[in-house]
C-alpha cells in the first residue's frame, strides 16, 4: 500500500499535465474531479481511493499513477515516456470523427467532419451534398 501522502501529492503534480495527457473536455472533467478530492477540510481523510478511481479511468493518467508510484518518476520524465507511448498528435482524438459520404451509390468520395463549424462540402465528381453516413465508422 502507499501513503496517502504519495497519492495525495501524485494528484496535485499531474493536474498541471492533464492537458497534455487527456483530450481538453476530459482533462478539465478529471482535474475537476482531483480539485474536488483535494480540497477535503483538515478533519477529513485525504479521499486517497478516489483520486486512484478517478487517474485509473484513463490509460495515461493510470500510467502516470503506476510511474510515479512504483518508480518514483519525476514529473517530466513522466511526460516523455508516455509522450513515446502514445505521441499525442492529431490523430490521437478517441472520439471519431463523423464520416459522411457522397449519396451516389457508386461513388467512393467520403469526408470526415474534423469540427463542428466546418460546413458540409459537396461531392467534387458529383456537385451533390455528402451525407452523414448511417452505417457508422
Ligand atoms: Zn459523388
Known sequence: MYSADEIVNIAQEIRPYLPKLLDTP???QVDGQLAGLLSQGPTEPPATQQ???VLSQHELT???LRLSLEEHTPAEAILKLLRTYEPLTGSHNPIESPHYVCPVASCHQE???RSS??????????DVQFV???KGH
Open 51 to 53: 483520486i486512484v478511481a
Open 62 to 64: 493510470r500510467e502516470w
Open 111 to 113: 469526408w470526415y467532419r
Open 117 to 126: 463549424t466546418v460546413e458540409t462540402p459537396r461531392c467534387p465528381i458529383h
Open 132 to 134: 452523414r453516413d448511417s
Open 26 to 28: 476530459i482533462a478539465q
